[in-house]
């Protein structure tokens, strides 16, 4: 069965204060993404990788970090949150950009 | 750039009636129409896709057209359950190898016992 982890899955923080939200999965996929939902406006892509060492920007890049060493783990970093990240945030993986699934949300506060 | 526009935002029908979702797509080379149900507090789940040179498919309750001319799919859920209340998304690819996934704005689908 398919297993994509996040960590947190809740996080509260302060503007400016580094923070990363990890993913991992299971299931050997080359590609992963990460999104980010807001009321009104779906879920919008932020970053996403086809492979090892290969990223590239989605439509929401702005202010997000990503890397991508290992097979396994996609993190999102965000060097110096601001309020308007705030967001519910998911990490996908696929064979590629088809049949992606989901993992369980992170949902994040930016005071 | 790409755009996926849905309609519509919500949608109420009586349990046993059919629900139909639209969305349009802006890019004529998009190749690959998803739809994603997420239920309350829980992930979006890939429920139906198309590709684009197929002009409907089935599975069970739920079906999927694509208009490649007008550029537009729909999804048509048959036989409305309780269960099916939810939010929809549709989406769209670009062709080749991009990776990227273009999603509309979601449709909140109710309905009534």
């Known amino acids: 069965e398919a297993q994509v982890t996040q960590n947190p899955r809740y996080l509260i923080t302060v503007t400016g204060k580094k923070l990363t939200v990890t993913c991992s999965q299971n299931?050997?996929?080359?590609?992963m993404s990460w999104y980010r939902q807001d009321p009104g406006l779906g879920l919008r892509q932020i970053y996403y990788?086809?492979?090892?060492?290969?990223?590239d920007k989605g439509d929401v890049p702005e202010g997000y970090k990503v890397s991508r060493k290992e097979k396994r783990n996609f993190p999102l970093i965000l060097e110096s949150p601001s309020p308007n990240q705030t967001s519910l945030y998911f990490c996908?993986?696929?064979?590629?950009?088809?049949?992606?699934?989901f993992g369980p949300g992170t949902r994040l506060t930016v005071l | 750039g790409e755009n996926v526009e849905q309609h519509p935002s919500t949608l109420s029908v009586q349990e046993g009636d059919s629900a139909v979702i639209k969305c349009t797509y802006s890019?004529?080379?998009?190749?690959?129409f998803p739809w994603y149900k997420q239920e309350l507090g829980k992930r979006p789940q890939l429920i139906i896709d198309?590709?684009?040179?197929?002009g409907e498919k089935k599975d069970q309750r739920i079906a999927v057209t694509l208009n490649k001319t007008a550029k537009h799919f729909s999804l048509h859920i048959t036989e409305t359950q309780p269960e099916d209340s939810a939010v929809y998304f549709c989406?769209?690819?670009?062709?080749?190898?991009?990776?990227?996934?273009?999603f509309g704005q979601g449709t909140t689908l109710q309905v009534k016992p």
């Open positions: 996908a993986i696929g064979h590629s950009y088809n049949e992606q699934f």
């Open positions: 299931m050997n996929h080359e590609y």
């Open positions: 990788s086809m492979n090892v060492e290969v990223t």
């Open positions: 890019d004529s080379a998009s190749n690959y």
């Open positions: 198309i590709r684009s040179n197929v």
């Open positions: 989406a769209a690819s670009r062709p080749g190898n991009t990776g990227k996934l273009i």
